[in-house]
């Protein structure tokens, strides 16, 4: 009885480092080292991101067009999944910057041509048995993105206008 009660605990202790362990990170440990050494200036932090999300776009280039197989569903699944979280933290960022109305435009022009290339990517897929869910979800994610960054840079002309001595601020400073 006491060998089975240890042996259920450690089962139950080793659970959660198992599902911890599958949890894919959409960025390499070389990437992440990368934003965290753009650390809080905006301009470059977002066009690392946007430089990651090009990345996997042309991986994602590259893997529509291999043959069909059980393998390249489960990688384009992977790839999708990466690439919709990946938005999502650039979606993040650009909340943050935006409320601290720090000058992204630089960045926001080069974005928006991105986002556009990264719509026509995904829309033009085929929907295929693997990824479905994934590539919706991805479709999702861009389509968010691109109306917040059309926000974001619309408002961002219109406040620097107004403000034109916060211009390239990484954040907006009460005088």
């Known amino acids: 009885m006491r ?4 042996f259920l605990l450690c089962v139950l202790l080793a659970a959660p480092i198992c599902a911890q362990k599958n949890k894919r990170d959409p960025l390499t440990q070389a990437q992440q080292d990368q934003i965290a050494e753009a650390g809080v200036v905006p301009v470059e932090r977002l066009d690392l991101y946007v430089k990651f999300l090009n990345e996997h776009a042309d991986t994602i280039q590259g893997v529509i067009k291999r043959a069909h197989s059980a393998a390249r569903a489960h990688r ?10 990946l938005m999502d933290e650039l979606s993040s960022n650009l909340d943050v910057y ?3 109305k720090a000058d992204i435009r630089k960045s926001m022009k080069g974005m928006n041509e991105s986002v556009a290339r990264w719509q026509s990517i995904l829309t033009g897929m085929a929907k295929e048995p693997g990824f479905e869910v994934s590539l919706q979800e991805a479709i999702d ?6 109306a917040q960054a059309k926000q974001i840079a619309a408002d961002q002309d219109a406040y620097f206008k107004a403000h034109p001595d916060q211009k390239n601020q990484d954040r907006y400073e009460p005088k």
């Not at 384009?76 to 979280?85: G, P, T, V, Y």
């Open 3 to 6: 060998t089975l009660t240890i």
């Open 98 to 100: 935006a409320d601290r």
């Open 76 to 85: 384009m699944d992977d790839e999708l999944q990466d690439f919709a979280a």
């Open 141 to 146: 994610s861009i389509t968010d993105l691109a």
